[in-house]
């Protein structure tokens, strides 16, 4: 993945270009925790050898897996950065499109690029921060935190 | 649901926070009255523990609705805010995201979080005016208004 | 299709709204050319009385195509405009919903409006170039070129 500032100013916005083989969730999270990313979301589109979404059991409350294990298009990812303690947290959901059009989604769990990923970044100079909802388990944005 | 001002300037953007039972439909709406939007735009992600979605029936001229009665992932809900006479109309669209990864997706009629929604909205400082659409009866942009 | 700017600055922010019979991709190539965009990103919802959208064929290296010859709502229409040589390139990637909520997705070859289609796009200062992909073929962003 590489990365340029198109915007510079109180939000900046950078083209995050992911690669193949490229793993989305782990790098976008080290470009989080290396730029200190506070409050961003971003949007992306391009394609995916493979993914792992997450549909949240409410009952369970835990992330049930749904694996996609074919060439993908990325019809859309949209997510949000926001603080967790002190580290960056990406949270991130995805509609992915198959050969004949029909669609997959959920929560990105893990995803690898083919051939591109092209994220469009806004990096906010304010902040958002997540804490532990009780009901959910789920670390959530809190904006009173 | 709660805001936080995340950048000022000539485009503001704003997150909106949205908890268990909000309601966002009209929430949005009453957030788009109570800060006069005249131009925003917006992109969520998050969980709904039910919706009713519609689809325009071109020979009807109205929404057919699509009951969305479990809980799902918001995959993506965009939308924008425009005046319709003196009142800020929210248009969204959204696509959610079933236990087995399917999708369902319309015209945002009703959505019920469970356990959050997290709006990104930027509010920018022109305006955008709708008029009745002859065609379709709807109220639609008209950017010379 | 008629534009309106919404936000001057370093970012600006345009309002494409495009009207019954407007063909997408071929009115928003002609945008991007006479207004010389170099970096930009836009994100939609409407309606569509048909689309072509396509499927990225790995094997055979081209788009495999997915005729929509019907009504259909736009849930998500997210992409970018990058320069390849001196021509801003439009890549666009949908996700339309269907009279039962059904989706279907695809990278965005055709598509012709009914009624409107409401494009926000945001033209930043920068430029983001493509080169060609020789193992995709494919033109994709080059952020060292």
Redesign the interface.
Known sequence: M??????????R?I?L?FE?GDDVVSLLEQYARDHALS?S?F???G?L?GAV?G????ELKAY?R?P?DE?V????L???IALDGDEPKV?????L???????????LLQATV???L?V?L?E???Y?RKTC?R??G?A?????A
Request: no cysteine; proline share 4%.
């Open positions: 590489k990365s340029k500032i198109l915007n510079q100013g109180p939000e916005t083209a270009i193949k409050a979301r949007s992306a589109i394609a050898r979404l549909y949240f059991d409410w049930e749904i996609v060439q298009e990325v019809l859309s949209n997510g949000d949270h991130a959901h995805a509609v499109g198959r050969r004949d059009g029909s669609t997959v989604g959920g929560h083919q051939p591109t092209e469009l806004i906010s100079p304010g958002l909802n009901e959910s789920l959530l944005i809190d904006v009173d």
